[in-house]
């Protein structure tokens, strides 16, 4: 106590409050604020009390889930108590020894006050916390904690400037600000993350009441648990953990020893994961959609003010870092001037030169920790932010109404979710600079102001000068990102669209003609792109000379008016003009940015406000109601509202309980327009409709989701064994299973690509008979199937289990119409006819046109049969051209089965469809060297180098002569004349800007080639890539890379090398400049370099591997969102909406757990980067200060030192480890670039004649084809011979191999073995161009491709108008298409939506009249036409291709009636082959039993 009393020293405090005039102010306001805060508690505290028993029997009781957040708030307030409760003692000491004064009766209430609030916090803490069931912290602490930090943040400055001002203070007041900053710094930081934490524990009780509900539905989430089993790292991290990023250590180490997978990486945080972001997001929209008066539609304003809800805590916390950083940030400018006249000056103490390198040190030190966990906590936000528009958008695609989906195509959605959302979640990095970069420059003009007086005034206005020169670049980078963004669109829109539908490009012989059209759109891209890099050259030109130019305008303007400059002014404007080049560049970029975000969010609502499909078209009968399923009463509808024309006119009709109704009529009549106004997608006019009951749908074009075949019949239902093998039976699927090497645990690719169009379909029905629903509607269902399959389904499916159920079906096929109890004929959008079959056959024109058109080929069919068998007859039942007879046939079976066993097992490998390929370990130096030498070999390289070792070496030679050539005070005489001086340092800095300008330029020029030459040989190579690559590859993948990687290949990448050159060079100036003062420094800086190496060869494995997983796990997420806008009529129908929304919440889950363990990562890494170059900087200081007097020049000290204030190795290894996760996009995208490729196109020594084929005869010699290398074969050892000019029709059951021989017909496929020669040539030995373009097809499934009608017809423009017309009128369009106001530009909207499916057939039937080749395949052409139409389509074939040979696939018997030769396939073998008489006549043969059972479907 004496010691106290009797030190000078320590008496001071009691001065400073007697001698500042604003201490009682400061006093009386925080004795003030104490007060306020203390009976707010108490009341508080009193009412909570009162309410206890309500509360606590309102919800459980648990013990406290953050324990250590609330033992680092107790422990902080008690320390403050405790160190207030000492000043208080020893001020009231002191003013009983000394006497009382008002100033300090003002300072010893205040030191009360806070000794007893922070007392009454810390038992509030206690008793509240300890053993009870709250779980927050009041919002009242948690604001007054914030407050208290800023108000000792206040009280540090203030004591601070007093210091400078040499009035010494006690050791006593340091340590009790030292105490006050700390604590309420962890009281900040406790009372945000506590909260947050809350909120994300908060979600932990529902889980628990419905984890058996969510077994139920599948969902095995490995996202944020709560069973204990999931733990993460970051949300059970202490505050140490969280302060040091300590909890990325586990798997920083795991990701050293190991490559990672998914599963290594930790779950999420619950706060952070998808399902509780989205349902908190959720919330605030609707909330605000029910409180504004718009009627709920989401407006640009509503979604910001819903992201900024759901980001409220990180906003605020992010905000609070943002300031403690730029703070921090200025310390070392505006102490650079002190410690330089310290080391000029001998005079000066000891200790003020230690406590100058403290502030050093401590300014670095926070600046690291506030920089760190503000960048972390702006990447959780980003995250956030992306998950909720991940989350809406998905959601909002699959209510979609119909017409909303014609008016946004995939390619704009997929866009949507890539980049809109991502530039969203990106827009937090530029939050805060809204408000912070007029700050920024305000304190760099103070300090300024204190160094150069009035010239700071010109500083500001040059400042301002180079801010608007940034205006008009940042106004032209928007009008180009918008170019940019537009033409992106259209490329991938095609892009899309031609992968989709690659394997008709490829059969018509198309492909390239759309790589041309691809090639031309990105040459229109580029366009933009080139602008846009430049303007990026410009703007990184105008970044880097940013100080150079004020430097020189303010050292110039100096001059000019006299005001003397010396060292330690020029060191604190340099070290204050390098930190302006920061604002200066971020606020025209901010300006932009937030241009750009605004677009985003506008095409983002724009997308949401679209229109919902219709929740009240359909009106729900209750279950206990009448008989009634189904009724429409004067029902108009229209898929287009604001048309004139009606889709559906006066509908009536009333579908009583267990009916079976089918719908025909002519192609266009619209059919399926009925049943999509059953299911409430056709927006209605007027009338009602009402249902009753749970419905199924079975789409007519096939709807299969990627993945295992047994998911897509369960689709989220239970699995009852027996029911399924029920199923599985009555949809004829047991023998495809098992033909399946992996049965049904087989994955199906993207759009069932390795199903045939009969198994799709059969798929799709089991689907729906598996729902077990009350109301049926079949779309065409049989179309796809063969005859024989079609009848078992009919029987088995509906006759059979569905007999008690409601059944309304769309078919073509007559022999059905019989079993129905109510048969709808439609022409023009009307029911021209309804009732029974017998009673509505001879009523009108319009089914007796149908009926008739099938009788006829019937009678057909009868007389061949009858032919048959006065021929059998005559001849016997021997027939020496049958290829197999009964007992052969058997042997076959035999033979066949065992060599399936065999086979299955040897091939059961594994699936068509794997997962992406990633590559291991670190990235390949190989990919270094191909990226910087693919344009122009690499002789730019050099180049670039050269500028930017020029630029640096410029910019520290200027730096020396500034200091060196000015006096180390105002009292020198300056060595060099002022305008000599000025003009020296004009020169050298102008001389380093052109050093920028040149290496922008050439790095934007290399960039710029190398993204064209990457871009080109990587669809290239996709577009010359074989079937098999599109059939185990989903789009999604190639979309990725044609889209996330080519656009960081465009404009990422050569920044990344750019910033990674800057900060190697700049590093390394920096330390030559700090080891050219002392170069003992070395025996540090080698040391902390080897470390920095040694922690990031450390950080880079897991870095590498996470940035790897999350580009593979997104593309899932563009895949689902894609496959589910193309299937949502399905999922709505079934009411899986919220099974498939929890699916995209997995995925989005998935993709961000790599993101956000990354984000910890890099952290992790620079923070220890930061930490060990501010021990270095610490060190090198006090070497400095150790130095004795006059051994060192002061101005090169000054310099080092002012150099050093930038000194971290880790922008260098932030650099490189940026760059390092960019280049995976270019591995990526080389990975395609080594597709292997299709035979050639064209084989000069190979080439046919131009009339080749001019016979057009077809020899199979030993045929085998497998789909990939590790699946069974399919086609296994076919030989037989088409002979010129014939019919031949390929029959069999769905799945023998039909469409595999169309494939190998057009060498899609590479044949394991075997030839096939026509006219005398080897398909396979000359060029595909060749080869398809001489072959035509009528596809299986009918594709039309967005554009205009003449574009489909005639898309490499070969024909003229009046070929074109005469085309569409012999298949039956010409009348339709003129009735169109385009005519022949007529508009086809993406996948040909606004045609039929039958219209969509007959257009491809309009190509192949078009092209007339020798030799013509129909895949199964007629599937999708009424039996009216596929008579006519016959004739017309018959008369136009009378001299071809027509190969026909197809499931009606009728339509293989005139033909030659018949082909039966079993299982890739060939069972049959002879004529339709003489297969007819052995009554034992598959065909004739295949013919008897159609005939009896038919005549029963």
Same mark, same amino acid.
């Given at each position: 106590?004496?010691?106290?009393?009797?030190?000078?020293?320590?008496?001071?405090?009691?001065?400073?409050?007697?001698?500042?005039?604003?201490?009682?102010?400061?006093?009386?306001?925080?004795?003030?604020?104490?007060?306020?805060?203390?009976?707010?508690?108490?009341?508080?505290?009193?009412?909570?009390?009162?309410?206890?028993?309500?509360?606590?029997?309102?919800?459980?009781?648990?013990?406290?889930?953050?324990?250590?957040?609330?033992?680092?708030?107790?422990?902080?307030?008690?320390?403050?108590?405790?160190?207030?409760?000492?000043?208080?003692?020893?001020?009231?000491?002191?003013?009983?020894?000394?006497?009382?004064?008002?100033?300090?009766?003002?300072?010893?209430?205040?030191?009360?006050?806070?000794?007893?609030?922070?007392?009454?916090?810390?038992?509030?803490?206690?008793?509240?916390?300890?053993?009870?069931?709250?779980?927050?912290?009041?919002?009242?602490?948690?604001?007054?904690?914030?407050?208290?930090?800023?108000?000792?943040?206040?009280?540090?400055?203030?004591?601070?400037?007093?210091?400078?001002?040499?009035?010494?203070?006690?050791?006593?007041?340091?340590?009790?600000?030292?105490?006050?900053?700390?604590?309420?710094?962890?009281?900040?930081?406790?009372?945000?993350?506590?909260?947050?934490?809350?909120?994300?524990?908060?979600?932990?009780?529902?889980?628990?009441?419905?984890?058996?509900?969510?077994?139920?539905?599948?969902?095995?989430?490995?996202?944020?648990?709560?069973?204990?089993?999931?733990?993460?790292?970051?949300?059970?991290?202490?505050?140490?953990?969280?302060?040091?990023?300590?909890?990325?250590?586990?798997?920083?180490?795991?990701?050293?020893?190991?490559?990672?997978?998914?599963?290594?990486?930790?779950?999420?945080?619950?706060?952070?994961?998808?399902?509780?972001?989205?349902?908190?997001?959720?919330?605030?929209?609707?909330?605000?959609?029910?409180?504004?008066?718009?009627?709920?539609?989401?407006?640009?304003?509503?979604?910001?003010?819903?992201?900024?809800?759901?980001?409220?805590?990180?906003?605020?916390?992010?905000?609070?870092?943002?300031?403690?950083?730029?703070?921090?940030?200025?310390?070392?400018?505006?102490?650079?001037?002190?410690?330089?006249?310290?080391?000029?000056?001998?005079?000066?103490?000891?200790?003020?030169?230690?406590?100058?390198?403290?502030?050093?040190?401590?300014?670095?030190?926070?600046?690291?920790?506030?920089?760190?966990?503000?960048?972390?906590?702006?990447?959780?936000?980003?995250?956030?932010?992306?998950?909720?528009?991940?989350?809406?958008?998905?959601?909002?695609?699959?209510?979609?109404?119909?017409?909303?989906?014609?008016?946004?195509?995939?390619?704009?959605?997929?866009?949507?979710?890539?980049?809109?959302?991502?530039?969203?979640?990106?827009?937090?990095?530029?939050?805060?600079?809204?408000?912070?970069?007029?700050?920024?420059?305000?304190?760099?003009?103070?300090?300024?102001?204190?160094?150069?007086?009035?010239?700071?005034?010109?500083?500001?206005?040059?400042?301002?000068?180079?801010?608007?020169?940034?205006?008009?670049?940042?106004?032209?980078?928007?009008?180009?990102?918008?170019?940019?963004?537009?033409?992106?669109?259209?490329?991938?829109?095609?892009?899309?669209?031609?992968?989709?539908?690659?394997?008709?490009?490829?059969?018509?012989?198309?492909?390239?003609?759309?790589?041309?059209?691809?090639?031309?759109?990105?040459?229109?891209?580029?366009?933009?792109?080139?602008?846009?890099?430049?303007?990026?050259?410009?703007?990184?030109?105008?970044?880097?000379?940013?100080?150079?130019?004020?430097?020189?305008?303010?050292?110039?303007?100096?001059?000019?008016?006299?005001?003397?400059?010396?060292?330690?002014?020029?060191? /604190?404007? $340099?070290?204050?003009? %390098?930190?302006? *080049?920061?604002?200066?560049?971020? &606020? =025209?970029?901010?300006? !932009?940015? #937030? +241009?750009?975000?605004?677009?985003?969010?506008?095409?983002?609502? /724009?997308? $949401?406000?679209?229109? %919902?499909?219709? *929740?009240?078209?359909?009106?729900? &009968? =209750?279950?206990?109601? !009448?008989? #009634? +399923?189904?009724?429409?009463?004067?029902?108009?509808?229209?898929?287009?509202?604001?048309?004139?024309?009606?889709?559906?006119?006066?509908?009536?009709?009333?579908?009583?309980?267990?009916?079976?109704?089918?719908?025909?009529?002519?192609?266009?009549?619209?059919?399926?327009?009925?049943?999509?106004?059953?299911?409430?997608?056709?927006?209605?006019?007027?009338?009602?409709?009402?249902?009753?009951?749970?419905?199924?749908?079975?789409?007519?074009?096939?709807?299969?989701?990627?993945?295992?075949?047994?998911?897509?019949?369960?689709?989220?239902?239970?699995?009852?064994?027996?029911?399924?093998?029920?199923?599985?039976?009555?949809?004829?699927?047991?023998?495809?299973?098992?033909?399946?090497?992996?049965?049904?645990?087989?994955?199906?690719?993207?759009?069932?690509?390795?199903?045939?169009?009969?198994?799709?379909?059969?798929?799709?029905?089991?689907?729906?008979?598996?729902?077990?629903?009350?109301?049926?509607?079949?779309?065409?269902?049989?179309?796809?199937?063969?005859?024989?399959?079609?009848?078992?389904?009919?029987?088995?499916?509906?006759?059979?289990?569905?007999?008690?159920?409601?059944?309304?079906?769309?078919?073509?096929?007559?022999?059905?119409?019989?079993?129905?109890?109510?048969?709808?004929?439609?022409?023009?959008?009307?029911?021209?006819?309804?009732?029974?079959?017998?009673?509505?056959?001879?009523?009108?024109?319009?089914?007796?046109?149908?009926?008739?058109?099938?009788?006829?080929?019937?009678?057909?069919?009868?007389?061949?049969?009858?032919?048959?068998?006065?021929?059998?007859?005559?001849?016997?039942?021997?027939?020496?051209?049958?290829?197999?007879?009964?007992?052969?046939?058997?042997?076959?079976?035999?033979?066949?089965?065992?060599?399936?066993?065999?086979?299955?097992?040897?091939?059961?490998?594994?699936?068509?469809?794997?997962?992406?390929?990633?590559?291991?370990?670190?990235?390949?130096?190989?990919?270094?060297?191909?990226?910087?030498?693919?344009?122009?070999?690499?002789?730019?390289?050099?180049?670039?180098?050269?500028?930017?070792?020029?630029?640096?070496?410029?910019?520290?030679?200027?730096?020396?002569?500034?200091?060196?050539?000015?006096?180390?005070?105002?009292?020198?005489?300056?060595?060099?004349?002022?305008?000599?001086?000025?003009?020296?340092?004009?020169?050298?800095?102008?001389?380093?800007?052109?050093?920028?300008?040149?290496?922008?330029?050439?790095?934007?020029?290399?960039?710029?080639?190398?993204?064209?030459?990457?871009?080109?040989?990587?669809?290239?190579?996709?577009?010359?890539?074989?079937?098999?690559?599109?059939?185990?590859?989903?789009?999604?993948?190639?979309?990725?890379?044609?889209?996330?990687?080519?656009?960081?290949?465009?404009?990422?990448?050569?920044?990344?090398?750019?910033?990674?050159?800057?900060?190697?060079?700049?590093?390394?100036?920096?330390?030559?400049?700090?080891?050219?003062?002392?170069?003992?420094?070395?025996?540090?800086?080698?040391?902390?370099?080897?470390?920095?190496?040694?922690?990031?060869?450390?950080?880079?494995?897991?870095?590498?591997?996470?940035?790897?997983?999350?580009?593979?796990?997104?593309?899932?997420?563009?895949?689902?969102?894609?496959?589910?806008?193309?299937?949502?009529?399905?999922?709505?129908?079934?009411?899986?909406?919220?099974?498939?929304?929890?699916?995209?919440?997995?995925?989005?889950?998935?993709?961000?757990?790599?993101?956000?363990?990354?984000?910890?990562?890099?952290?992790?890494?620079?923070?220890?980067?930061?930490?060990?170059?501010?021990?270095?900087?610490?060190?090198?200081?006090?070497?400095?200060?150790?130095?004795?007097?006059?051994?060192?020049?002061?101005?090169?000290?000054?310099?080092?030192?002012?150099?050093?204030?930038?000194?971290?190795?880790?922008?260098?290894?932030?650099?490189?480890?940026?760059?390092?996760?960019?280049?995976?996009?270019?591995?990526?995208?080389?990975?395609?670039?080594?597709?292997?490729?299709?035979?050639?196109?064209?084989?000069?020594?190979?080439?046919?004649?131009?009339?080749?084929?001019?016979?057009?005869?077809?020899?199979?010699?030993?045929?085998?084809?497998?789909?990939?290398?590790?699946?069974?074969?399919?086609?296994?050892?076919?030989?037989?011979?088409?002979?010129?000019?014939?019919?031949?029709?390929?029959?069999?059951?769905?799945?023998?191999?039909?469409?595999?021989?169309?494939?190998?017909?057009?060498?899609?496929?590479?044949?394991?073995?075997?030839?096939?020669?026509?006219?005398?040539?080897?398909?396979?030995?000359?060029?595909?161009?060749?080869?398809?373009?001489?072959?035509?097809?009528?596809?299986?499934?009918?594709?039309?491709?967005?554009?205009?009608?003449?574009?489909?017809?005639?898309?490499?423009?070969?024909?003229?108008?009046?070929?074109?017309?005469?085309?569409?009128?012999?298949?039956?369009?010409?009348?339709?298409?003129?009735?169109?106001?385009?005519?022949?530009?007529?508009?086809?909207?993406?996948?040909?939506?606004?045609?039929?499916?039958?219209?969509?057939?007959?257009?491809?039937?309009?190509?192949?009249?078009?092209?007339?080749?020798?030799?013509?395949?129909?895949?199964?052409?007629?599937?999708?036409?009424?039996?009216?139409?596929?008579?006519?389509?016959?004739?017309?074939?018959?008369?136009?291709?009378?001299?071809?040979?027509?190969?026909?696939?197809?499931?009606?018997?009728?339509?293989?009636?005139?033909?030659?030769?018949?082909?039966?396939?079993?299982?890739?073998?060939?069972?049959?082959?002879?004529?339709?008489?003489?297969?007819?006549?052995?009554?034992?043969?598959?065909?004739?039993?295949?013919?008897?059972?159609?005939?009896?479907?038919?005549?029963?």
């Amino acid at each position: 106590m004496d010691a106290f009393e009797g030190s000078k020293n320590d008496m001071n405090i009691w001065i400073f409050f007697s001698q500042s005039s604003a201490t009682i102010f400061h006093n009386g306001f925080s004795a003030s604020s104490h007060l306020i805060l203390l009976l707010i508690l108490l009341i508080s505290w009193a009412c909570k009390r009162y309410m206890i028993s309500t509360i606590e029997n309102s919800k459980p009781t648990m013990k406290n889930t953050y324990f250590l957040y609330y033992w680092s708030a107790l422990m902080s307030s008690m320390g403050l108590s405790f160190c207030d409760l000492l000043l208080c003692v020893l001020n009231f000491l002191f003013g009983y020894r000394y006497g009382w004064s008002d100033l300090k009766v003002i300072a010893q209430l205040d030191l009360a006050f806070r000794t007893l609030t922070w007392s009454v916090i810390s038992a509030y803490l206690h008793i509240q916390f300890s053993n009870s069931s709250e779980r927050r912290f009041p919002i009242i602490l948690r604001i007054w904690w914030a407050f208290y930090f800023l108000m000792s943040c206040s009280y540090l400055v203030i004591h601070l400037n007093s210091y400078w001002k040499h009035f010494p203070l006690p050791i006593l007041l340091w340590v009790s600000d030292a105490v006050s900053i700390i604590a309420s710094s962890s009281l900040c930081y406790v009372g945000i993350f506590g909260k947050e934490r809350e909120d994300g524990d908060s979600h932990l009780l529902d889980p628990l009441l419905k984890s058996s509900s969510n077994k139920k539905n599948g969902d095995n989430r490995q996202g944020s648990s709560v069973d204990g089993e999931s733990v993460t790292f970051y949300e059970n991290a202490n505050l140490l953990s969280i302060f040091t990023f300590a909890w990325m250590g586990p798997l920083v180490a795991l990701g050293y020893k190991k490559t990672l997978d998914l599963e290594d990486v930790p779950q999420l945080a619950s706060c952070d994961s998808a399902n509780v972001v989205f349902s908190c997001f959720r919330n605030k929209i609707e909330y605000d959609g029910n409180t504004s008066g718009n009627g709920g539609q989401v407006r640009t304003l509503k979604l910001v003010k819903a992201l900024i809800l759901l980001t409220w805590k990180e906003i605020l916390w992010t905000g609070l870092l943002s300031i403690v950083c730029t703070l921090a940030s200025y310390v070392g400018p505006y102490l650079i001037d002190s410690f330089f006249q310290y080391l000029n000056s001998s005079h000066q103490l000891k200790y003020k030169g230690y406590m100058l390198v403290f502030i050093f040190f401590l300014s670095k030190f926070i600046k690291c920790i506030s920089e760190r966990h503000l960048f972390f906590q702006l990447r959780k936000m980003g995250n956030r932010v992306r998950t909720a528009l991940f989350a809406i958008i998905y959601e909002k695609n699959l209510r979609l109404s119909s017409q909303s989906k014609q008016g946004h195509t995939s390619g704009e959605n997929i866009n949507l979710m890539t980049v809109d959302v991502e530039r969203t979640g990106f827009f937090s990095w530029y939050l805060h600079d809204i408000w912070r970069v007029p700050i920024q420059v305000v304190l760099a003009l103070l300090i300024l102001y204190k160094s150069l007086g009035l010239a700071s005034l010109v500083a500001f206005i040059a400042t301002m000068i180079l801010m608007l020169a940034n205006v008009p670049l940042g106004k032209l980078q928007e009008k180009v990102q918008g170019e940019l963004m537009d033409s992106k669109d259209r490329r991938m829109k095609v892009t899309s669209e031609a992968l989709r539908n690659m394997r008709i490009l490829k059969l018509q012989g198309w492909e390239m003609k759309f790589l041309a059209k691809i090639i031309d759109l990105r040459n229109f891209e580029t366009k933009s792109l080139k602008k846009l890099l430049y303007t990026s050259a410009i703007t990184a030109f105008v970044y880097s000379s940013t100080p150079l130019f004020v430097s020189i305008v303010t050292f110039g303007f100096c001059m000019h008016m006299g005001i003397q400059l010396d060292s330690g002014k020029i060191l /604190s404007a $340099l070290a204050t003009f %390098d930190i302006l *080049q920061g604002p200066i560049y971020n &606020l =025209p970029d901010t300006i !932009a940015m #937030v +241009v750009q975000i605004k677009v985003s969010l506008d095409r983002i609502t /724009s997308f $949401l406000c679209l229109d %919902d499909l219709h *929740q009240n078209i359909v009106h729900k &009968l =209750p279950r206990d109601s !009448a008989e #009634v +399923v189904v009724e429409i009463v004067k029902g108009n509808f229209s898929w287009d509202l604001h048309s004139p024309n009606l889709t559906l006119k006066d509908l009536n009709f009333r579908v009583k309980h267990g009916m079976k109704v089918a719908i025909c009529g002519s192609i266009g009549s619209g059919k399926s327009s009925l049943l999509s106004c059953i299911l409430g997608e056709v927006p209605k006019v007027s009338g009602t409709i009402k249902l009753k009951g749970k419905k199924a749908y079975v789409a007519q074009s096939p709807w299969i989701q990627s993945g295992k075949i047994v998911d897509n019949i369960l689709f989220g239902k239970e699995m009852d064994k027996e029911r399924y093998e029920m199923i599985l039976e009555a949809c004829s699927l047991k023998k495809d299973l098992e033909l399946c090497a992996f049965g049904d645990q087989t994955i199906i690719g993207e759009r069932g690509i390795n199903l045939s169009g009969g198994q799709k379909q059969r798929i799709q029905i089991a689907r729906a008979l598996y729902h077990d629903a009350d109301i049926y509607l079949l779309d065409d269902p049989f179309s796809a199937v063969d005859a024989h399959t079609g009848t078992h389904l009919f029987k088995e499916c509906l006759l059979g289990i569905l007999g008690s159920k409601t059944v309304i079906y769309v078919t073509h096929q007559v022999e059905f119409f019989p079993s129905a109890d109510l048969i709808l004929v439609m022409r023009d959008g009307k029911i021209t006819q309804a009732g029974k079959y017998e009673d509505i056959l001879n009523l009108g024109t319009d089914f007796m046109e149908l009926v008739g058109a099938h009788k006829k080929s019937l009678a057909e069919l009868n007389s061949i049969e009858h032919g048959t068998a006065s021929d059998n007859f005559i001849n016997g039942e021997k027939d020496g051209n049958m290829l197999c007879s009964e007992k052969s046939i058997q042997d076959n079976e035999v033979r066949e089965s065992n060599n399936y066993k065999i086979e299955k097992l040897v091939e059961r490998k594994g699936q068509l469809v794997q997962e992406e390929k990633r590559e291991k370990g670190g990235v390949s130096p190989s990919v270094y060297w191909k990226y910087v030498t693919t344009a122009y070999k690499g002789a730019f390289v050099p180049l670039i180098l050269l500028a930017q070792i020029l630029f640096k070496l410029l910019l520290i030679v200027s730096s020396y002569w500034m200091v060196l050539a000015n006096p180390v005070s105002e009292n020198v005489r300056p060595h060099i004349r002022g305008s000599t001086h000025i003009f020296i340092y004009i020169g050298l800095t102008l001389g380093g800007s052109l050093c920028t300008l040149i290496r922008s330029m050439l790095i934007v020029t290399v960039g710029y080639k190398t993204a064209t030459l990457l871009f080109n040989k990587m669809h290239l190579c996709i577009f010359r890539a074989p079937m098999s690559f599109f059939d185990s590859t989903p789009s999604g993948r190639i979309l990725n890379r044609a889209y996330i990687d080519q656009s960081a290949v465009d404009t990422e990448i050569p920044r990344k090398f750019e910033e990674l050159l800057i900060s190697i060079i700049g590093f390394l100036g920096t330390v030559a400049v700090m080891s050219q003062v002392a170069w003992k420094m070395l025996i540090v800086f080698i040391p902390m370099t080897v470390a920095c190496i040694w922690y990031q060869q450390y950080y880079i494995s897991v870095a590498r591997e996470l940035s790897r997983l999350a580009g593979v796990c997104q593309a899932p997420i563009i895949q689902h969102f894609v496959e589910s806008s193309l299937g949502s009529t399905t999922i709505m129908c079934f009411d899986q909406e919220k099974r498939f929304i929890d699916t995209n919440l997995k995925l989005v889950d998935g993709y961000f757990r790599p993101k956000f363990y990354f984000s910890g990562a890099i952290e992790w890494l620079c923070f220890r980067m930061d930490m060990l170059a501010s021990i270095t900087y610490a060190i090198f200081l006090v070497f400095l200060i150790s130095v004795p007097k006059g051994v060192l020049s002061p101005g090169v000290v000054g310099l080092a030192v002012t150099y050093g204030l930038g000194f971290s190795m880790h922008g260098v290894i932030w650099d490189l480890c940026g760059l390092e996760t960019k280049i995976i996009s270019i591995e990526r995208i080389l990975q395609y670039v080594c597709i292997p490729s299709e035979p050639p196109l064209l084989v000069e020594e190979n080439k046919p004649s131009q009339e080749w084929p001019s016979q057009g005869k077809v020899d199979i010699v030993d045929l085998q084809v497998r789909y990939a290398p590790h699946l069974p074969l399919v086609l296994r050892g076919l030989t037989c011979t088409f002979p010129e000019g014939i019919k031949i029709g390929i029959v069999g059951r769905t799945g023998s191999g039909k469409s595999t021989l169309v494939q190998a017909l057009f060498h899609m496929l590479e044949p394991t073995a075997g030839h096939i020669w026509i006219d005398g040539i080897n398909i396979f030995k000359i060029g595909l161009h060749n080869l398809r373009s001489r072959l035509s097809i009528i596809p299986q499934d009918p594709t039309m491709f967005e554009g205009t009608l003449r574009s489909n017809l005639d898309p490499l423009e070969e024909y003229t108008d009046e070929q074109i017309w005469e085309a569409l009128d012999r298949c039956q369009l010409g009348d339709e298409v003129r009735k169109k106001e385009g005519k022949l530009d007529s508009s086809v909207t993406e996948n040909g939506e606004n045609w039929s499916m039958g219209q969509r057939q007959l257009i491809c039937l309009g190509r192949v009249l078009l092209k007339r080749s020798k030799v013509l395949v129909l895949d199964e052409a007629t599937a999708s036409v009424d039996t009216a139409t596929d008579y006519l389509i016959q004739q017309t074939l018959r008369q136009h291709f009378s001299g071809s040979t027509v190969i026909t696939i197809a499931h009606r018997i009728t339509s293989i009636l005139d033909i030659d030769m018949v082909l039966l396939l079993d299982n890739g073998l060939i069972l049959e082959y002879d004529s339709p008489t003489k297969l007819l006549a052995i009554k034992s043969s598959s065909f004739a039993k295949l013919v008897k059972e159609y005939t009896r479907r038919c005549n029963s």
